[in-house]
């Protein structure tokens, strides 16, 4: 089951988030609840192991961080944590998601294509070792329409 959460659940998120990255780029709880708390954030929580973090502002929705555990990797939850984000980003208004990738990272370059998502922009050395981000853009399907 996947749950929209806020900042209440960030020890919860923070725990997923640090069996799923490595210790330098986990997020702790207290940056979590923090973005939680930004005007338009929100959490999901996979009991099976899984989060995600979005923001839905206006016209524009960002997906700031999405993981899964090791140990409940390639069954799906990844697919369906982002189609809870976009579901509740059309929920709340949001025309279209965008968020950014490692150049390298082919498992979430190959979820976010199975999504939608296409490349519209490069950030050149985003990342500390000196790697390059893929900027991703979906459209979201608007609520309410036939089969959102
Ligand atoms: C990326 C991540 C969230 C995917 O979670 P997941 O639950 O394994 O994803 P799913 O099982 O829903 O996979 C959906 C699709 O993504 C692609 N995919 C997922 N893992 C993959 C891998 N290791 N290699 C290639 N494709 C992969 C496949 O197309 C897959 O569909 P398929 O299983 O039918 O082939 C997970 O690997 C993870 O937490 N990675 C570490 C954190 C991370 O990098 N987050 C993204 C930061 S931008």
Same mark, same amino acid.
Do not use: K
């Given at each position: +089951?996947?749950?929209?959460?806020?900042?209440?659940?960030?020890?919860?998120?923070?725990?997923?988030?640090?069996?799923? #990255?490595?210790?330098? $780029? =986990?997020?702790?709880?207290? &940056?979590?609840?923090?973005?939680?708390?930004?005007?338009?954030?929100?959490?999901?929580? !996979? $009991?099976?192991?899984? +989060?995600? @973090? *979005?923001?839905?502002? =206006? $016209?524009?929705?960002?997906?700031?961080?999405?993981?899964?555990?090791? !140990? =409940?990797?390639?069954?799906?939850?990844?697919? =369906?944590?982002?189609?809870?984000? +976009?579901?509740?980003?059309?929920?709340?208004?949001?025309?279209? +998601? #965008?968020? $950014?990738?490692?150049?390298?990272?082919?498992?979430?370059? !190959?979820?976010?294509?199975? *999504? %939608? #998502?296409?490349?519209?922009?490069?950030?050149?050395?985003?990342?500390?070792?000196?790697?390059? *981000? @893929?900027?991703?853009? *979906? %459209?979201?399907?608007?609520?309410? &329409?036939?089969?959102?």
């Amino acid at each position: +089951m996947i749950r929209v959460v806020g900042p209440a659940h960030a020890p919860a998120l923070a725990a997923v988030h640090a069996e799923a #990255f490595a210790p330098a $780029e =986990a997020w702790d709880a207290a &940056s979590l609840a923090a973005q939680l708390r930004l005007p338009g954030g929100y959490g999901l929580l !996979a $009991e099976a192991g899984g +989060m995600a @973090l *979005a923001q839905a502002a =206006a $016209e524009q929705s960002d997906l700031l961080t999405i993981a899964v555990i090791p !140990a =409940a990797r390639r069954a799906g939850l990844g697919a =369906a944590l982002l189609r809870a984000a +976009m579901q509740e980003a059309a929920r709340r208004g949001a025309a279209a +998601m #965008f968020l $950014e990738v490692a150049e390298t990272n082919t498992p979430a370059r !190959a979820l976010y294509a199975a *999504a %939608g #998502f296409v490349p519209v922009g490069r950030r050149r050395d985003y990342y500390t070792d000196g790697g390059d *981000a @893929l900027v991703l853009r *979906a %459209g979201l399907i608007p609520c309410g &329409s036939a089969g959102g």
